[in-house]
């Protein structure tokens, strides 16, 4: 196994059963100073920490600041080797986690340290220094405990994912598995195997791993890919999105589901049922997202394990809706006056502009027909201008049947110019603005 070694910056904090500190009341001159304080002391059975603070504010206060700089100074000594196999060697080596992981965790920890111990301490009128020492022996004795400990918790905390990971409780296990990493993240440079099943691995890597994998597997499947709305399934068709996880269905979940442009829309379930109906446009996506880790995200705030929000995002579907109505006949005359009807151009270009977004092709032979009747009349002259004011019927009717499903009118849409021709034209186009989406929406609903 290869080996690498390097140091790693640690916070150290005393147990409650530490050693006491016996400080030194007389104060000292620096003919005085100890060698310690000169020259860093090297011990091949202790671990050092030298700390100073200066003697501003109350007692405590400098005397605590420099116990706190002594033992960060301890912890630069203590080495810390990562093995090629743990899971903070795969966790710096593996793309997928180097941009979010390294920055957080690569060089830094925290232990509790118990035994140390205050060999000295010297002060002047404006200085504190304190020296610790740490029996290396006794030092890694407590560690292996602790570590035996705390591999203890984090295989009992693995087994508890893995049992809700087979229940389908993905939010649950995802949980636990992630508790099975923080358990042994001041070991995650060693091997960290559980007593008499080191054959199957590391117990916080295989942590990270089936954590992984269960993310992977989890999905949401639809019934079907492609949804077409048309005359033969009367514009309407009920889809089946789930959610699962290693190929079975997984406990309930938070769906959040949107057709096109619509409002989006919520629910607590193992599965949706949907029925899709024509929305605002004949090309749509309905789109279908589930995120049972969106809780767990929010609550990871140690900065060792902020990687795992990147990867443990929610799942989501898109499906395209696809609006095929009938070719329709249609018929736009104009009427002036008393006068006979004749073509209307400005309204035919107007509702076909509309009719084309819709893909809805032209058929004369067609059994649906939309039939547009504008009638102007002479409003009189108003401060020498000519006034006309246009009615306009919009029917759309089912010729087969001969029923109506469609009538929409707008009155006295006023049209203003120098000449009755002129002023004629005005109104006109402006009753076409009036043939909008909006409007053919209503006829197309009405109509099937």
């Known amino acids: 196994m290869r080996n690498s070694f390097f140091y790693i910056s640690m916070t150290l904090l005393m147990a409650c059963g530490g050693p006491k500190e016996t400080v030194k009341t007389e104060v000292q001159g620096i003919s005085t100073r100890p060698n310690w304080v000169q020259n ?80 000295d301490n010297y002060e002047t009128p404006t200085e504190y220094w304190v020296y610790y020492r740490l029996n290396k022996a006794q030092y890694e004795q407590v560690k292996q405990e602790r570590q035996r400990k705390a591999i203890e918790r984090s295989f009992n905390n693995l087994n508890l994912a893995r049992k809700a990971r087979f229940a389908g409780n993905v939010a649950i296990a995802a949980e636990y598995f992630i508790k099975s990493m923080g358990d042994l993240k001041l070991y995650w440079g060693e091997d960290n195997y559980y007593p008499g099943l080191e054959d199957q691995g590391a117990v916080d890597g295989n942590a990270l791993s089936e954590l992984m994998d269960m993310r992977n597997n989890f999905k949401l499947k639809s019934d079907t890919e492609y949804i077409l709305l048309n005359i033969d399934n009367g514009f309407e068709h009920q889809i089946t999105v789930r959610s699962m996880v290693d190929g079975r269905n997984s406990e309930a979940a938070p769906f959040i589901y949107r057709q096109g442009k619509g409002e989006s829309k919520s629910k607590e379930s193992d599965l949706v049922k949907l029925n899709i109906k024509p929305g605002d446009t004949a090309r749509e996506t309905l789109s279908v997202e589930v995120d049972p880790f969106l809780e767990l995200r929010k609550s990871i705030k140690d900065p060792s394990l902020t990687f795992l929000k990147s990867l443990l995002r929610g799942e989501v579907v898109q499906i395209d809706i696809q609006v095929s109505y009938p070719s329709m006949s249609l018929e736009c005359v104009q009427i002036m006056g008393d006068g006979p009807e004749k073509s209307c151009d400005v309204m035919r270009a107007a509702m076909m502009m509309q009719m084309a977004k819709s893909s809805i092709a032209m058929d004369s032979n067609s059994q649906y027909r939309i039939r547009v009747i504008a009638k102007s009349r002479d409003g009189g002259m108003n401060q020498g201008f000519q006034v006309v004011y246009t009615d306009v019927n919009i029917i759309a009717q089912d010729l087969q049947s001969d029923e109506i499903h469609f009538e929409k009118e707008f009155n006295a849409v006023k049209g203003v110019h120098s000449n009755l021709e002129m002023a004629t034209t005005k109104s006109l186009q402006k009753a076409s603005e009036l043939i909008n989406e909006e409007m053919l929406k209503s006829l197309l609903d009405s109509m099937f």
Do not use: C, W
Request: net charge negative; glycine share 6%.
């Open 40 to 119: 860093r002391p090297v011990s091949s059975m202790d671990y050092i920490g030298i700390g100073r603070a200066n003697k501003s504010g109350p007692l405590e206060e400098y005397q605590a600041l420099a116990k706190k700089n002594a033992l960060n100074d301890m912890a630069g000594e203590i080495q810390v080797k990562v093995n090629s196999n743990s899971l903070l060697y795969t966790l710096e080596h593996d793309e997928r986690f180097s941009a979010s992981f390294t920055e957080q965790i690569s060089t830094q920890t925290s232990i509790d340290l118990e035994g140390f111990e205050a060999y």
